[in-house]
């Protein structure tokens, strides 16, 4: 069984930058697909970046494309999430996750089946 760890994750000021990191334990995530998810409360958990085993197959939602950027490093068991120029309305607690697959057909929940603990993140205006 994967653990996954997030962290990165804190208050910025609106047009700011953070990266979140996300450590894999226990087994690695070779070969598998990576996504990161976030949720507010009272709102359905939603996809922000999902990339594929190799990297071949990359997806954001409208929401965050060119702000985000999802990346892996296999050889330390690290997927990364880069935010750029962040809004308002990413505040959120962000999750990431480990797909049951090595691709994904929509990015959603139900594709991914081992997830990490959660990260804070704030933006304020």
């Known amino acids: 069984q994967v653990q996954l760890v997030e962290s990165g994750g804190g208050l910025v000021q609106a047009g700011g930058s953070l990266r979140l990191s996300c450590a894999a334990s226990?087994?690695?995530?070779?070969?598998?697909?990576m996504g990161w998810f976030r949720q507010v409360p009272g709102k359905e958990r939603e996809i922000v970046a999902a990339?594929?085993?190799?990297?071949?197959?990359?997806y954001y939602p409208r929401s965050v494309k060119g702000r985000f950027t999802i990346s892996r490093v296999d050889a330390n068991d690290t997927v990364y999430l880069q935010m750029n120029n962040l809004k308002p309305e990413d505040t959120a607690v962000y999750y990431c996750a480990s797909g049951r697959g090595a691709s994904f057909h929509e990015a959603s929940v139900d594709e991914f089946d081992y997830w990490g603990q959660g990260t804070q993140v704030t933006v304020s205006s």
């Open positions: 226990g087994r690695t995530f070779g070969g598998n697909a």
């Open positions: 990339i594929s085993w190799g990297g071949r197959t990359i």
